[in-house]
């Protein structure tokens, strides 16, 4: 069999981004190899792969590497892999509702994020600030999508946006502990709240979500060296 | 059964004439409108891009989509003429990387190259150029970026091929050069001398006088900041 079919998933253990191609794969029941990187030293197999980004998150499929952005690898892997699970909708415009949306997460919200979990003081309040405004507008823009506000989610009709909002808030408890803020509120957005329950209560989440603990001490840890850490997942 | 297309834009938006430039390939009909995107936003843009508040937005049929590139890809898989992206979805992912790291690597870099004060334009240059260089070496000697027919990249990259020529222009200052970027000049001119490119880009004259315009503002500003 050799290097037919072979896929292979560059990733770190805390990346959002690897998190979510990792979930695609499982999902679509795709045999594949999971090798972690270390940020401080990246493989050379890595940086031969991803010479124009060179970070983590690197799908390898048949020896041929796709990099940067996970959203690239997430429509890739619905494209090759094309099984009962479509992370994507057939039709054109509920597709391009489900770009808009995941690139907002991606590129707005996401981004502010990070500045939240960089910064201190003035600076993460502004970042504080503009972050639930954009949740507002999430769960505002939601609403089209769970009309009956009541997210029923199973491991059947997990999507590309269901993947990249939770890969990007999924942890938010993590991060609400961490950092002393509120960030996913039951009352101020109860529809991305109830949504992200939802996704964290499936076996296969829970399966691959590191322990909590876990993640807020590499939370505070990132907090330390932030600036290093966003540049190389 | 006839289509209704609108697409609302700006006349010197590289963005809104990405759209009408994939339409225009696929020979699409549509009717365009001009937001007034400084002084007042129609309440008709408001209404279908309430996110962002930006255009361009494409008006299909009554449902509005916005964000170029996600419009892009719905052109793409609405109207299947003249295809922008490869059927095989490896070649896919790699357009849309190089789409991606057009869009948003090099565009600001050579944005903020072109408008950045003196104290930090070198480094701002610095980084522009490594951008181009990189965008260069994913022509790989083709005549587009979408090989023998232009594709996804060369309509993202369509700043580089015109914005860019007329902001050096009026500022005086070369990031893209023959000497230096040999293959991606030679894109330039490839891809401006489309017809169907032709057709969709704003006039000339008018976009170099609003970047004149706009270097005036800029060193007015300095000025004023240093007295």
Request: with cysteine.
């Amino acid at each position: 069999m050799g290097e037919e079919n072979k896929v292979i998933l560059h990733g770190m253990w805390a990346s959002p981004f690897s998190k979510r191609v990792e979930l695609a794969l499982r999902l679509k029941g795709v045999p594949f190899e999971y090798k972690e990187e270390d940020l401080r030293n990246k493989s050379s197999q890595l940086l031969h792969y991803n010479p124009v980004y060179k970070k983590v998150t690197v799908l390898v499929h048949n020896g041929r590497p796709i990099a940067e952005s996970s959203l690239i690898i997430l429509e890739y892997i619905d494209e090759t892999w094309k099984n009962s699970l479509q992370l994507l909708p057939e039709d054109p415009y509920k597709r391009a509702k489900v770009r808009f949306w995941t690139s907002f997460i991606e590129q707005q919200l996401f981004q502010t994020m990070i500045t939240v979990i960089k910064t201190d003081g003035e600076a993460q309040e502004k970042a504080i600030k503009e972050v639930l405004e954009k949740l507002e507008m999430l769960e505002e823009g939601m609403k089209e999508f769970f009309p009956d506000r009541n997210p029923s989610i199973d491991s059947e009709n997990l999507g590309l946006l269901d993947l990249v909002f939770f890969s990007s808030f999924g942890l938010h408890k993590v991060r609400e502990e961490v950092l002393g803020i509120q960030i996913i509120d039951p009352e101020k957005t109860p529809l991305l709240f109830s949504w992200v329950k939802a996704i964290n209560q499936l076996p296969l989440v829970k399966e691959l979500t590191p322990p909590h603990d876990k993640l807020v001490a590499f939370l505070k840890f990132i907090r330390e060296c932030s600036q290093v850490f966003f540049n190389l997942v | 059964m006839s289509e209704e297309v609108k697409v609302f834009g700006f006349w010197c938006s590289p963005f809104s004439r990405r759209v009408e430039l994939a339409l225009k390939l696929k020979g699409v009909q549509y009717e365009y409108i001009e937001e007034d995107v400084f002084k007042n936003k129609s309440p008709l843009l408001l209404k279908y891009n309430p996110v962002h508040k930006k255009i361009p937005v494409l008006l299909h049929n009554g449902k509005p989509i916005a964000e170029s590139l996600v419009i892009l890809e719905y052109i793409e898989e609405t109207w299947k003429a003249n295809p922008i992206l490869p059927e095989d979805p490896y070649e896919k992912a790699m357009v849309r990387f190089w789409t991606k790291f057009a869009d948003e690597k090099c565009l600001p870099a050579l944005w903020k190259a072109g408008w950045s004060p003196e104290n930090e334009r070198e480094k701002a240059v610095d980084e522009a150029c490594e951008c181009l260089k990189t965008l260069e070496s994913a022509l790989k000697g083709k005549r587009f970026f979408g090989g023998e027919t232009v594709g996804l990249v060369d309509i993202a990259a369509n700043f580089i091929a015109f914005w860019l020529r007329l902001i050096q222009e009026a500022t005086g200052q070369e990031l893209l050069s023959a000497e230096k970027f040999p293959d991606l000049f030679k894109w330039t001119d490839e891809f401006g001398s489309c017809s169907v490119v032709k057709e969709s880009l704003p006039p000339r004259d008018k976009l170099l006088a609003f970047f004149k315009a706009r270097v005036a503002e800029a060193m007015d500003a300095q000025t004023n900041a240093s007295k």
